[in-house]
T-cell receptor, first 113, second 116 residues
Framework: DVKVTQSSRYLVKRTGEKVFLECVQDMDHENMFWYRQDPGLGLRLIYFSYDVKMKEKGDIPEGYSVSREKKERFSLILESASTNQTSMYLC????????????FGPGTRLTVL | AQKVTQAQTEISVVEKEDVTLDCVYETRDTTYYLFWYKQPPSGELVFLIRRNSFDEQNEISGRYSWNFQKSTSSFNFTITASQVVDSAVYFCALSDPQTGANNLFFGTGTRLTVIP
């Protein structure tokens, strides 16, 4: 059974804090993604990775960075959290072929105070 | 440029009614894939269906059916005899070579509420 897990369902941080969101998949997928979901805007891609140590910017990378040291783990980092980064963050993974389905984790709802 | 439009922001229906969720897409490619995902209150996006651009056959899965029409660039989703458990946000998405081997391009979602 396909499984993508995220380290926290809910997270509350203060402005200026460094925040780590972790995502782990057990399907040996090459591709992993971080999305941000906001009301009325749907899902927007922040970063993706197509291999270990490889990363590409998505549509809204500003204020974020990522790390992929192992194939199964993809971390999203907020270097200095701001209130406008309060959002739902969704991680996904997918095999290398672009036609394939992406599999999503349960999401992390981050609140930055 | 790629674009997915879900014009219905919110829909409410009474249980057992049928409901159709609209999805209109734009792409310059002839080869592409369309997806529907369901996001229940728990938050996780659940894959429902994938359809490639060369297969215009409608598909039925239980109470769910999908109507793909390339002539109108639409990929609509119908739930027959809706149930309370169908209450969720539904996303339509597009994947094609223009978005790279990297990404799904999502619509803004339709929130469906089924009233008991």
């Amino acid at each position: 059974d396909v499984k993508v897990t995220q380290s926290s369902r809910y997270l509350v941080k203060r402005t200026g804090e460094k925040v780590f969101l972790e995502c782990v998949q057990d399907m040996d997928h090459e591709n992993m993604f971080w999305y941000r979901q906001d009301p009325g805007l749907g899902l927007r891609l922040i970063y993706f990775s197509y291999d270990v140590k490889m990363k590409e910017k998505g549509d809204i990378p500003e204020g974020y960075s990522v790390s992929r040291e192992k194939k199964e783990r993809f971390s999203l980092i907020l270097e200095s959290a701001s209130t406008n980064q309060t959002s739902m963050y969704l991680c996904a993974s997918r095999p290398p072929d672009w036609e394939s389905t992406q599999y999503f984790g349960p999401g992390t709802r981050l609140t930055v105070l | 440029a790629q674009k997915v439009t879900q014009a219905q922001t919110e829909i409410s229906v009474v249980e057992k009614e049928d409901v159709t969720l609209d999805c209109v897409y734009e792409t310059r490619d002839t080869t592409y894939y369309l997806f529907w995902y369901k996001q229940p209150p728990s938050g996780e996006l659940v894959f429902l269906i994938r359809r490639n651009s060369f297969d215009e056959q409608n598909e039925i899965s239980g109470r769910y059916s999908w109507n793909f029409q390339k002539s109108t660039s639409s990929f609509n989703f119908t739930i027959t005899a809706s149930q309370v458990v169908d209450s969720a946000v539904y996303f339509c998405a597009l994947s094609d070579p223009q978005t790279g081997a990297n990404n799904l391009f999502f619509g803004t979602g339709t929130r469906l509420t089924v009233i008991p």
